[in-house]
């Protein structure tokens, strides 16, 4: 059974810094593209980021590019997403997910909240 566990968010100010992480179990972690997707209140889910099974690969929606940064440790089946510059916008429960309908399968969230 798939097991995605993400935690680190926090209350931020505008500008800071937060580190995420996912913790997975339940299948071959190495094999897999994963990605990083939020959702913000009243709003549908948007996808964020997403990294190849290997780690070389990475892909940024335009809103984070340049200020987020997608990593993973096969060794450790562990996936991160370093957020740096955090504007109010970022605000949201942020989700890793493997590709699925509708992001279904993703773990529980941690909440980013940025504010002043």
């Known amino acids: 059974e798939v097991h995605l566990v993400e935690s680190g968010g926090a209350l931020v100010q505008p500008g800071g810094s937060l580190r995420l992480s996912c913790a997975a179990s339940g299948f071959p972690f190495r094999k897999y593209d994963i990605h990083w997707v939020r959702q913000a209140p009243g709003k549908d889910i948007e996808w964020v980021s997403q990294?190849?099974?290997?780690?070389?690969?990475?892909h940024y929606a335009d809103s984070v590019k340049g200020r987020f940064t997608i990593s993973r440790d096969n060794a450790k089946n562990m996936l991160y997403l370093q957020l740096d510059n955090l504007k109010p916008e970022d605000t949201a429960m942020y989700y890793c997910a493997l590709p699925s309908p509708a992001w279904g399968q993703r773990g529980q969230g941690t909440q980013v909240t940025v504010s002043s």
């Open positions: 990294i190849n099974s290997g780690g070389g690969t990475t």
